[in-house]
Structures are given as C-alpha cells and as structure tokens.
C-alpha cells in the first residue's frame, strides 16, 4: 500500500509540474490515496484514443511526432523524464498529443539513471515513429534535448 501511495504522490508531483510547464497532460484535478483524478480527455462516446490506435493519415502522424519532440523537449526542460514512454501512454484528442502514466517518472536532477531512461523513451518512440514513415535519428533527437 505505501508503495502505492508513493506512485500516486509521484505521479501527482509530476503532472503540477509539467501542467506548469506547459506540456500537454492532463490537468491533475485531486488526489485520494492511491487514486488520482484528472481532467477527462474525450467525450460521450469514450475516451481519446491512444496514439498506437489514432486513426491518422499521413500528415496526423508527422504532426504528432512534431508535437512528441515539443513534448520531450519541454519535459527535459523541467528535468522530467517519462521513464516509459511509448505509444500506448500517449494520447490523441482534438488534434492534440497528450502525455499519460507519470507514476514512474522521475527527476533528472536527482535519479542517477535519469539520462539512459530519456535515452530509452526517445529510441522507444521514434522507433514507433519509423515504422510509420518519420525520417528521425534517435540519438540526434537525444543529442538535441540536452
């Protein structure tokens, strides 16, 4: 249960600080113990779609890749990092990319492997990214964040 508790409050730290830094997540509306509720993202007929399931043409994919970059960027300008990053904890809505599941994110000041975990989640997600046609170098995308 604490290490429950520990995720939360983490997750909730997080999302403040990266709702005040500008990065699209979801607003942190309360915690309650082990549960968080933020803003809904969606309407009446279910929530956004996750960007691996995102019905996106061509010019959707680029667009969100670009939107992924700004992401990135103004996380490692927080000293943020994701820690899991992947396709499946980003979100599409109202041609919008949203970033989910900060229960493991961590601090790049303080956590000693914060670099190799920015390193994984950009290798992660341009490697999605390639195999839908995005010309980007992981390590230069890498290169430019620090």
């Not at 279910?46 to 995102?54: C, D, H, S, T, Y």
């Not at 490692?76 to 979100?91: E, F, G, K, Q, W």
């Not at 994984?120 to 999605?128: F, T």
Request: one cysteine or more; proline letters at 5%; a negative charge.
């Amino acid at each position: 249960a604490f290490r429950a508790g520990y995720w939360a409050q983490n997750e909730m730290t997080m999302l403040g600080r990266l709702w005040e830094a500008d990065v699209s997540v979801p607003y942190p509306v309360q915690i309650s113990g082990t549960e968080l509720m933020l803003e809904y993202l969606g309407d009446e007929s279910g929530g956004a779609p996750r960007l691996v399931n995102a019905p996106l043409d061509r010019d959707g994919v680029e667009e969100m890749f670009h939107q992924t970059v700004d992401a990135l960027r103004k996380m490692t300008m927080a000293r943020i990092v994701h820690a899991d990053l992947s396709p499946y904890n980003l979100l599409v809505w109202d041609e919008r990319l949203w970033v989910i599941d900060f229960p493991q994110a961590v601090d790049m000041a303080v956590n000693p492997n914060g670099f190799d975990f920015l390193h994984r989640d950009v290798v992660n997600i341009v490697s999605w990214f390639r195999c839908k046609g995005i010309d980007a170098d992981p390590d230069e995308l890498f290169a430019t964040l620090l």
